[in-house]
Nanobody
Framework: QVQLVESGGGLVQPGGSLRLSCAAS????????VAWYRQAPGNQREWVATITRTDVTLYPDSFKGRFTISRGNTKNTVYLQIDNLIPEDTAVYYC?????WGQGTQVTVSS
């Protein structure tokens, strides 16, 4: 079964940037669509971005512009670049592929 591990979160000041990583491991890994979601305290989990098997990138309108999803050269790592961070970006960020979720990485935006 695929396992996903997110990393790269942390405490950042408003206006800063972060690059989150989602590393997949497991037997018979192939290239798959990967999505990023986030969940802030008291809120539902919301979709942030998807990269398809053919590296087409998709975003909901509310996440276009500051969020960039990409796939690494090894194809088993997917990144989420977040620029110009605002306090409202504070959340746990999760990646998902093949209906498997990672454990999440905390992003806190605060001065």
């Amino acid at each position: 079964q695929v396992q996903l591990v997110e990393s790269g979160g942390g405490l950042v000041q408003p206006g800063g940037s972060l690059r989150l990583s989602c590393a997949a491991s497991g037997p018979d890994l192939g290239i798959a669509a990967v999505a990023w979601y986030r969940q802030a305290p008291g809120n539902q989990r919301e979709w942030v971005a998807t990269i398809t098997r053919t590296d087409v990138t998709l975003y909901p309108d509310s996440f276009k512009g500051r969020f960039t999803i990409s796939r690494g050269n090894t194809k088993n790592t997917v990144y989420l670049q977040i620029d110009n961070l605002i306090p409202e970006d504070t959340a746990v960020y999760y990646c998902m592929r093949d209906s498997v979720w990672g454990q999440g990485t905390q992003v806190t935006v605060s001065s």
